[in-house]
């Protein structure tokens, strides 16, 4: 009979928790560039000018979005080891009151008060079993949810990068002939299409959903709606930058 | 919540009383003192150190003809698995399901439906002798509800801190 292994299941969802800072580094990546490139076609007419301020666009990206992501785990991770910690003197301070409250919570899930009572007198005699299960139970707390900072401001900062090459590179490798042409765009927006809806299609996979094509669907109109918008701003804002709709570069 | 002077409300509740259930009216108790303490439930943490407490005592309190009542929320087959649970206990334990009991002496906590940790004990004839009540995460101190009965007995005034071999106060000290 095979046995279900809690342990590979909980490395499992641990890497899996880095998923937040792939999706959002990538979509953001991803999008980030496509609405540059889509902006700035709109209000600048040389190929390589463009190139430039979405490869730069990119680094600053990669950079802010890595140190984004560094700071805000950083933050989640001090407050949360500080309650970590009062929890712990709390325990150490007041036991009963610690187990009556863990008792309470049990109740409150759903345990009868005697067995409540078992399960917590049970707990009692490991005090590390019973400080972990009064953190979840009690506070809502968990020492695995407690990231690696560093991690995921470089997981966040590659992912960017990474998405910022699906519409840069079809773009640099399908260059412009003139103002009106827009085959680089277009193939870099068809590029960001396809990648967003496979972002949306792998998410939906891995939350096990049945219709993964509609959260591909939907992953795709969300982004790619900022990207239409991104581009309708860049047709806006091309007469301020005067010179009939092409921006003066220094030699 | 009653005070001292108060008639203490009677009662003829289910119990908890020599690991069965039976019964038990106010009325039945013959002793000269009855410590009557609530306390909010059984198969808790806090509670059990004062119900233990109460009954490593029972001795020193019958010495002093006080009987020991206990009160819960809970129902006598509750408190007969809990005081299993804690070793057997020697005295009753009413089972006040519903609270009316508590409600009576003015202890209910009626948002949670449990008893205040309140003691009370009662004289010979059934008036309220001393009354007290603590918050829901502090545990009473069994050696001073048997040092307020031994003063009651005594039937002096006893100053702060007066134990039976306490000297007599001075005269400056009785007044007020």
């Known amino acids: ?251 | 919540m009653l005070k001292p002077g108060d008639t203490a409300p009677a009662f003829d509740l289910p119990c908890a009383i020599d690991g069965r259930e039976g019964r038990l009216r106010l009325a039945q108790i013959d002793s000269d003192w009855v410590v009557l303490f609530f306390y909010p439930h059984d198969f808790s943490f806090v509670c059990p150190t004062e119900v233990v407490a109460f009954n490593k005592s029972r001795d020193a309190f019958a010495a002093e003809r006080a009987s020991i009542v206990a009160a819960s929320v809970d129902d006598a087959a509750t408190h007969v698995r809990w005081a299993r649970e804690l070793g057997g206990i020697g005295y009753p334990l009413l089972a006040d399901a519903g609270g009316e009991l508590a409600r009576a002496y003015g202890v209910l906590d009626e948002r949670e439906g449990l008893a205040m940790r309140a003691t009370f004990i009662l004289d010979a004839g059934r008036m309220i002798a001393y009354a007290v009540a603590c918050p829901i995460n502090i545990g009473r101190s069994v050696s001073e509800t048997l040092r307020v009965v031994r003063a009651l007995r005594s039937g002096r005034m006893c100053p702060a801190d007066w134990q039976p071999d306490s000297p007599p106060p001075a005269r400056s000290d009785t007044a007020g």
């Open chain 1, 1 to 251: 009979m095979a046995v279900f292994d809690s342990s590979d299941k909980k490395r499992v969802i641990e890497r899996l928790s880095s998923i937040r800072e792939v999706v959002f580094g990538m979509q953001d990546g991803i999008l980030t560039t496509a609405g540059v490139l889509a902006g700035l076609s709109g209000a600048v007419s040389i190929h390589r000018q463009v190139v430039l301020a979405a490869l730069a666009s990119t680094a600053a990206g990669a950079l802010s979005m890595g140190a984004g992501a560094y700071l805000g785990t950083r933050a989640e991770t001090e407050v949360l080891s500080t309650e970590l910690e009062r929890t712990r003197e709390r325990a150490a301070a007041e036991p009963y009151m610690l187990r009556e409250r863990l008792l309470h919570e049990l109740e409150h899930e759903g345990l009868s008060r005697e067995s409540s009572y078992r399960v917590v007198q049970l707990l009692s005699s490991a005090p590390q079993a019973l400080l972990s299960t009064a953190e979840v139970k009690m506070y809502g707390l968990s020492r695995q949810a407690l990231g690696s900072a560093a991690v995921d401001g470089l997981t966040m900062g590659v992912a960017f990068l990474i998405g910022a090459v699906v519409p840069l590179l079809p773009f640099i490798l399908v260059p412009s002939a003139g103002p009106s042409d827009y085959r680089g765009l277009i193939a870099a927006m068809a590029t960001t299409a396809l990648a967003l809806f496979a972002i949306g299609y792998f998410q939906g996979w891995l939350a096990e959903r049945r219709r993964r094509w509609l959260s591909g669907l939907h992953f795709l109109a969300v982004a790619m709606g900022a990207a239409v918008a991104g581009y309708l701003i860049g047709l806006a804002i091309a007469p301020l930058g005067g010179g009939g709709g092409s921006i003066p570069v220094a030699p």
